[in-house]
């Protein structure tokens, strides 16, 4: 993380200036379903995500009926301090399928980001993604290395994963976070079936790989 993680004020002006010069600057979704999540996290994964160096994003986020008086008041208050974030109450709890696809509705970007209530992405996150899409105009999957946090905020366990490997996906779920879906073919294939939760993301990963080419990952 010290060496290879941690950016300087060098580092941030020189990701500024390329964004500058992005030829395009797609607008990236970012979607979050909730239920009764700690207010200290969801509170951890909004602020990584108003924190970004690149600006052109839309949180949306889905509350799955939740019962915690002190996250809607929380959640309600969000669009009012951020235009680019809309937030959905669910009527019943649907559970994390049925959840997901009401926040999916709400996104208009090309690409749609998916991102756990108690995930946090840092601040050049979403600078990495629009410079790969830049990059890579016919790409239509993206997915990161990952950490996981410890109750201290102590980053753990990381996940340094390999160039699209078919055969080790089909052994675990390799995308998970932060893994980018052209919002086209997230729709087309249906999004997030219920039943499969608790591994809906891997059932989306699954079917939308069969609706595109490898080099296009």
């Known amino acids: 993380v010290r060496r290879f993680d941690t950016l300087s004020d060098t ?18 979704s970012v979607l979050m379903p909730t239920y009764n999540t700690k207010l200290e996290w969801i509170k951890a994964a909004v602020n990584s995500v108003l924190n970004q160096l690149y600006e ?33 109450f669910r009527r019943e709890n649907g559970h994390i399928s049925a959840a997901s696809n009401s926040a999916l509705e709400l996104c208009t970007g090309d690409w749609v980001a998916l991102m756990d209530h108690d995930d ?17 105009p016919d790409a239509q999957l993206i997915y990161s290395d990952e950490d996981k946090l410890s109750e201290s905020g102590t980053r ?47 059932d989306v990963a699954l079917r939308f790989i069969e609706k595109i080419d490898a080099q296009n990952i």
């Open 11 to 28: 580092d941030r002006k020189h990701i500024k200036n390329a964004i500058d010069e992005m030829a395009q600057k797609p607008l990236l």
């Open 120 to 136: 946090v992405i840092p601040e050049h996150a979403l600078f990495h993604v629009a410079d790969a899409i830049n990059r890579n």
């Open 156 to 202: 753990v366990n990381p996940y340094f994963k390999s160039d699209w490997n078919r055969d080790l996906f089909y052994s675990h779920n390799l995308i998970t976070h932060l893994g980018v879906y052209r919002r086209d073919i997230l729709n087309d294939i249906g999004g997030f079936r219920i039943g499969f939760e608790g591994a809906q993301d891997y």
């Open 56 to 88: 052109n994003w839309e949180l949306c986020i889905a509350d799955d009926a939740s019962t915690s008086d002190e996250l809607k008041q929380y959640l309600t208050e969000l669009p009012e301090s951020d235009t680019r974030i809309t937030v959905v």
